[in-house]
């Protein structure tokens, strides 16, 4: 059934039992993002020690496919250098903007790869990206990287 | 009253018998951001095409003179369906586009002579809209007032999703130059007052600006189709992608009067009397408002969505999607979880009903329901404010019309019972 193709179980799961979830103080870098189609947003805040991301925190209100996977977003991109953050994130926004079409490395993706079929549904691929922008605009606000970059 | 035979009117509609996601049959209730067309309305844009094809208003040859009949005739029968004359129509690209149109000939009227000065706006003038406007009818007044140094201040709405009259008088006064809001709510479904709110504007002499998308594709219970000058408007905007035609065409609606005093947004060519070097003097309307070349063919095609309307009825219209509304109320009341977003009956409140599940995200709702082949729109409809007044990020809404069956919104039961086992609420 279609429905499961996007609606993994990985994804249900970080869903109803989202990691890292909550605002957490120090900070380094903030983001609040919006989806002005549908009015989802989330604020996600960085914290950095050195070149490594010490800690992601976040609220917001969204779908099961913005909420997931934020949750794997922490997963992936905490306690790890930013720059490596940021290639995942390359990764991650190939595969949404696949259509389906583009073969996830678990390796690099782990979870993240559950949103394979989420690439299929072009409506979606934003839900799944709001958490991504944030992080990204955190990271350039907390002067991590470069915003050019 | 005949009523509507929606088997019979189905097959005027060939996208209504098309299959989506594995095969299940489309239903389609998603009418409220645009309606499907029937073959009357693509036959009418081909046959233009095909037949008649030409710029209009200029030109001797006898295709010009068609081309231009043809847009004109469509002018007049559009006219005549609101209770409005010919050259109080004026040709758009949208709703949109119509509510900028007045904004921005009201901010030209600012920085010009005397002529135009019942348009004019400045600091301490006052523009009242309400909380539940689409964006449309409510960004450019806020640009505006940004423009010219005018207060913008609203009508509130209730708990029931009724406009929150309780303040008129405060707000509503002589600083008020104009006075708009939604016939009928696109998220609510809320038929507004029209009568009281006209009223109350004259007697402090506002303009008023109708928003009528939702409500002259449907007619409005209990009356035929809506009639502008029975109404009393000032001004009205209606989009034709919602009333079985073609996008890229809308009206608007001004009183004859008010349109020939009023200056214009677009200028350029087609909409002048005579240009000099120095400068130039403008066509009487609609033409003042009609700049550039125009979509001929879809106003042709709009002509003849018109037609295929009064064919069946707006009255019978209304009463079809009355029924349809008041079976969706019904079902939706029943399913434990939801929340009707809006009046929960049938009273002064027209097809468009928004809803919430507890503990599903709309998006996630609708994508279940898609899988369902129901097709519904998700989010906050462009009336952000208004979902902040509820306290909610977004909705699911269904909008049946006239070629929906009553079984169709069963399936749409069915699918927000999957939604609500698919995430174990």
């Known amino acids: 059934m279609q429905l499961d193709s996007m609606y993994q179980e990985i994804i249900l799961d970080h869903y109803k039992h989202p990691h890292a979830r909550g605002l957490r103080e120090p900070f380094d870098g903030e983001s609040f993002q919006v989806n002005p189609t549908c009015g989802d947003e989330i604020t996600l805040r960085v914290r950095l020690d050195g070149e490594q991301v010490a800690d992601v925190s976040y609220d917001g209100q969204g779908c099961s496919i913005s909420q997931a996977a934020v949750s794997v977003l922490t997963d992936l991109v905490i306690g790890r250098p930013a720059k490596d953050a940021l290639a995942t994130m390359d990764a991650f926004v190939e595969l949404m903007q696949g259509r389906g079409k583009v073969e996830p490395d678990e390796d690099v993706l782990e979870d993240a790869i559950a949103f394979a079929g989420v690439a299929k549904y072009p409506a979606r691929v934003k839900c799944a990206l709001l958490g991504w922008m944030a992080f990204k605009d955190a990271l350039v606000k907390a002067n991590a990287v470069d915003a050019e970059k | ?425």
């Open chain 2, 1 to 425: 009253m005949t009523a509507i035979d929606v088997a019979r009117v189905r097959k005027d509609f060939p996208i209504l018998a098309r299959t989506v996601r594995d095969e299940k049959p489309l239903v389609y209730l998603d009418s409220g951001a645009t309606s499907q067309r029937p073959n009357q309305v693509l036959e009418a844009e081909r046959e233009y095409t095909e037949q008649h094809n030409a710029a209009v208003h200029r030109g001797a040859h006898q295709l010009a003179e068609e081309a231009t009949d043809a847009y004109e005739d469509a002018r007049a029968n559009i006219a005549a369906f609101v209770g409005a004359k010919p050259d109080e129509v004026v040709y758009l690209k949208n709703a949109t586009e119509g509510i900028n149109l007045i904004a921005y000939a009201m901010g030209n009227a600012s920085t010009s002579g005397p002529e135009a000065e019942r348009f004019a706006l400045g600091p301490g003038d006052e523009i009242v809209v309400t909380e539940m406007e689409h964006h449309a009818n409510l960004v450019p007044w806020q640009q505006l007032c940004q423009r010219t140094g005018a207060t913008l201040r609203w009508f509130g709405v209730t708990g029931e999703g009724r406009l929150d009259l309780s303040n008129i008088d405060e707000l509503v006064t002589e600083r008020t130059k104009v006075l708009a809001f939604t016939h009928q709510s696109n998220v609510l479904g809320t038929v507004n007052p029209v009568q009281t709110l006209v009223r109350k504007a004259h007697e402090v002499g506002a303009l008023t600006v109708l928003d009528a998308c939702q409500s002259v594709p449907h007619g409005v219970h209990g009356q035929s189709g809506v009639d502008f000058g029975a109404l009393g408007v000032d001004f009205a905007v209606f989009s034709g992608h919602k009333m079985l035609g073609p996008s890229g065409v809308g009206v608007l609606y001004g009183r004859s009067e008010l349109l020939q005093a009023m200056p214009p947004f677009l200028t350029g060519g087609s909409m002048i009397e005579m240009v000099r070097m120095a400068g130039s003097t403008f066509a009487p309307p609609p033409q003042r408002f009609e700049a550039g070349s125009m979509m001929i063919a879809q106003a042709v095609g709009l002509g003849a969505a018109v037609d295929y309307l009064k064919l069946l009825g707006m009255g019978a219209i209304a009463e079809h999607e009355r029924e349809l509304t008041a079976a969706l109320l019904r079902g939706l009341g029943e399913i434990p979880g939801v929340t009707i977003v809006g009046p929960e009956t049938t009273e002064q409140r027209g097809a468009v009903v928004s809803f919430t599940v507890d503990g599903v995200h709309p998006h996630d709702v609708g994508q279940v329901l898609d899988s369902y082949g129901v097709a519904v729109r998700v989010g906050h409809h462009c009336a952000w404010p208004l979902h902040q007044r509820f306290g909610i990020p977004a909705t699911v809404r269904a909008t049946p019309y006239l070629y929906n069956e009553l079984s169709e919104v069963d399936t749409l039961f069915e699918g927000v019972r999957a939604a609500q086992e698919f995430f174990k609420v």
